[in-house]
């Protein structure tokens, strides 16, 4: 009997234990439970939280964009005004620059011609006609001054950063000029065939015996005039038969090789021009010079009829040309903006500083690698950042002409 007491005393024991421990699973279980859902509730809020800003955000973001669309419609509103004032001032500005024209390049002795055949005037009558009948001996037959720019017309772009392009003034045939250096040369037609060409295509091909340096050579009746670097103290012209395809004359000049004629290009070495009185030749001895020199040269022989100097700068020159004997040096800066005739020399001494036109290009941004006159089309053709470009210009007399 007390074996049996004890076996039910132990297993009433276990039972209890059991029971005990079971209980103990089910609260550590619902505590676990419920801090789940603590958690659950809380992770629950802090979205809801989120949203909200989100929603808010949002909200404040939209109403933002509207805002800077509203501000920027309103911000391109008044640049579009402000382009328009600023075209309209630059406008204004042409009018009075070409109102207040600058001084010509040359000493105030050189250039007081007229000024004295009037004081001479005031004085004796007589004299005066006999020192008019000197001064018209002096003057050549062409006695036009550029007053302005017509229009400008950008043709197209092709090529490099730098080169030329010309026309023949004594036909229709347009020639290209690729780079700063090279043997190649690209014949049309026209000027339309040109400008409907892909490219080069379409062109004849004219391969030179010699390499041409710089973009300053010329064009005229069937020849081609360039300049060849032969050593380096001497530059060498060229005249090459466009027809025959031969060259037929040479003529050598003493310059310094690395001596360059413009400093905002200095590929170029020398010069060609072309106007109404023949060929010229732009140049500088040496690096030292710190003006532009000017040579007359005969389109037959090559040979140097008389030497100029222009005392027009060196210093932030671009690109120059030749109308009716008259050199228009163009000047600009390191950082391309807006060219500008800023001296001119007359190598007949006929122009006053008061005549001396101060002309601006109609770009308002550009840097010109070259810049050649037709004088049958009284227009400019110029290379500008590989786009053909040309210029038409308005003439007036000179004053003594």
């Excluded at 210093?315 to 030749?322: G, K, L, Q, S, T």
């Amino acid at each position: 009997m007390k074996l049996l007491f004890v076996l039910l005393v132990s297993c009433a024991w276990t039972l209890i234990g059991a029971q005990n421990y079971y209980q103990a699973l089910m609260d550590y279980l619902e505590n676990r439970l419920l801090a789940i859902e603590d958690r659950m509730q809380l992770w629950h809020d802090h979205a809801h939280q989120y949203h909200t800003e989100m929603l808010d955000f949002k909200k404040l973001t939209s109403e933002a964009m509207v805002g800077l669309r509203n501000d920027h419609s309103m911000i391109f509103k008044d640049l579009e005004g402000a382009s328009a004032r600023v075209n309209l001032v630059e406008r204004e500005l042409e009018y009075v620059e070409t109102q207040n024209s600058p001084r010509a390049c040359a000493n105030r002795a050189d250039k007081v011609i007229e000024q004295e055949a009037w004081g001479r005037q005031e004085r004796d009558e007589v004299e005066v006609e006999d020192d008019w009948e000197e001064l018209q001996s002096r003057v050549s037959d062409c006695v036009e001054i550029i007053s302005g720019f017509r229009s400008v017309k950008i043709l197209k772009r092709i090529g490099s950063h730098k080169g030329m392009w010309t026309r023949d003034p004594k036909s229709s045939k347009v020639y290209i000029f690729n780079g700063t250096s090279g043997d190649t040369v690209y014949e049309f037609k026209s000027i339309r065939d040109f400008s409907r060409s892909l490219g080069v295509m379409g062109s004849r091909t004219i391969h030179l015996p010699f390499e041409w340096t710089s973009p300053g050579s010329a064009v005229y009746d069937g020849y081609l005039y360039y300049i060849k670097q032969k050593t380096d103290t001497d530059v060498q012209v060229v005249k090459y038969d466009l027809r025959s395809g031969s060259v037929t004359d040479t003529a050598m000049f003493p310059m310094e090789r690395h001596a360059s004629l413009y400093t905002l290009n200095p590929e170029t070495v020398a010069d060609l021009a072309v106007d109404d009185e023949g060929l010229w030749l732009l140049f500088t001895p040496t690096d030292s010079e710190p003006n532009i020199s000017l040579a007359k040269m005969d389109t037959a022989t090559l040979d140097i009829e008389q030497i100029w100097d222009t005392r027009c700068p060196r210093d932030n020159a671009e690109a120059a040309f030749v109308v009716c004997g008259t050199v228009y040096v163009v000047y600009n800066t390191l950082l391309a903006s807006r060219s500008r005739v800023q001296c001119v020399y007359d190598v007949n001494d006929m122009m006053v500083s008061e005549e001396a036109p101060l002309l601006y290009f109609p770009r308002r941004y550009g840097a010109h690698a070259s810049l050649k006159y037709n004088p049958e089309e009284k227009q400019v053709y110029g290379w500008d950042d590989g786009y053909q470009i040309i210029y038409r210009l308005t003439m007036k007399r000179k004053l003594l002409a």
